[in-house]
């Protein structure tokens, strides 16, 4: 055996055991298929403090499916992330926990026909995302029917379709912060409130907080959530 065919050798079983190290430490797998694609890489990340983590990479050459791992500590949001040097960004955000998470998609309408099955912080996130929809539906609905009457010049159309705009968002708040506040018992409470009611009145969001259970409370989301209502009112 030479010198080279030696160190290798070496290189091939360290790259193994590392391999297997890494299944071995993994509590989370991602598997699923990416219908039409032939060629591309997929991601699973995270978000950091102010970039994007990749937990975990794998190259997609002929065929479409794959799987990809990580440990994770608690129920976290992640991300998988399709990239086809086209210049533009392809991702799924989904809720993953211990266990198996299933994403089926196509590689024409990859974030839109996403099916994802797993947790059960992404069944909710699932029902909540199917309402959300719906709401936007409407919301393009009514923006068309703005640009229309304002084409026509027609006051009283468009003051109505704004009153019923202003409508549709106060709905949707709505329907968000009694979500959120339905399942106190699950992280993605705290996680609506962070990221999907911004602009809501703090009295809501304070509400929410301190109606989740004790054990989502100490969440990751449930800490970030406590940080931004003790931040904004520090700066008062």
């Given at each position: 055996?030479?010198?080279?065919?030696?160190?290798l050798?070496?290189?091939?079983?360290?790259?193994?055991?590392?391999?297997?190290?890494?299944?071995?430490?993994?509590?989370?797998?991602?598997?699923?298929?990416?219908?039409?694609?032939?060629?591309?890489?997929?991601?699973?990340?995270?978000?950091?403090?102010?970039?994007?983590?990749?937990?975990?990479?794998?190259?997609?050459?002929?065929?479409?499916?794959?799987?990809?791992?990580?440990?994770?500590?608690?129920?976290?949001?992640l991300?998988?992330?399709?990239?086809?040097?086209?210049?533009?960004?392809?991702?799924?955000?989904?809720?993953?926990?211990?266990?198996?998470?299933?994403?089926?998609?196509?590689?024409?309408?990859?974030?839109?026909?996403?099916k994802?099955?797993?947790?059960?912080q992404?069944?909710?996130?699932?029902?909540?995302?199917?309402?959300?929809?719906?709401?936007?539906?409407?919301?393009?609905?009514?923006?068309?029917?703005?640009?229309?009457?304002?084409?026509?010049?027609?006051?009283?159309?468009?003051?109505?379709?704004?009153?019923?705009?202003?409508?549709?968002?106060?709905?949707?708040?709505?329907?968000?912060?009694?979500?959120?506040?339905?399942?106190?018992?699950?992280?993605?409470?705290?996680?609506?409130?962070?990221?999907?009611?911004?602009?809501?009145?703090?009295?809501?969001?304070?509400?929410?907080?301190?109606?989740?259970?004790?054990?989502?409370?100490?969440?990751?989301?449930?800490?970030?959530?406590?940080?931004?209502?003790?931040?904004?009112?520090?700066?008062?």
């Amino acid at each position: 055996m030479t010198k080279f065919t030696k160190v290798l050798s070496v290189i091939l079983l360290f790259l193994i055991a590392l391999s297997c190290n890494n299944t071995k430490d993994s509590n989370f797998t991602l598997t699923g298929t990416i219908k039409g694609l032939k060629k591309g890489v997929v991601y699973l990340q995270k978000d950091g403090d102010s970039t994007i983590i990749n937990l975990d990479s794998m190259q997609i050459i002929g065929e479409p499916t794959f799987t990809l791992r990580t440990n994770l500590e608690e129920p976290l949001l992640l991300y998988l992330k399709l990239f086809k040097n086209d210049g533009e960004e392809h991702y799924i955000p989904f809720f993953a926990d211990k266990g198996v998470t299933e994403i089926n998609t196509s590689l024409k309408n990859f974030s839109y026909d996403a099916k994802v099955k797993g947790s059960k912080q992404q069944e909710l996130l699932n029902e909540y995302s199917t309402v959300m929809s719906k709401f936007n539906n409407q919301n393009l609905d009514l923006t068309e029917a703005k640009f229309l009457a304002l084409k026509e010049n027609d006051s009283l159309a468009t003051d109505s379709i704004v009153r019923a705009t202003n409508t549709l968002i106060k709905r949707k708040y709505s329907y968000t912060i009694q979500f959120a506040i339905n399942n106190k018992d699950s992280e993605i409470s705290p996680y609506l409130a962070l990221y999907e009611m911004p602009s809501a009145n703090p009295v809501y969001i304070d509400s929410i907080y301190n109606n989740l259970n004790a054990p989502i409370k100490k969440s990751f989301y449930g800490k970030k959530l406590k940080d931004l209502i003790e931040n904004r009112k520090a700066s008062k």
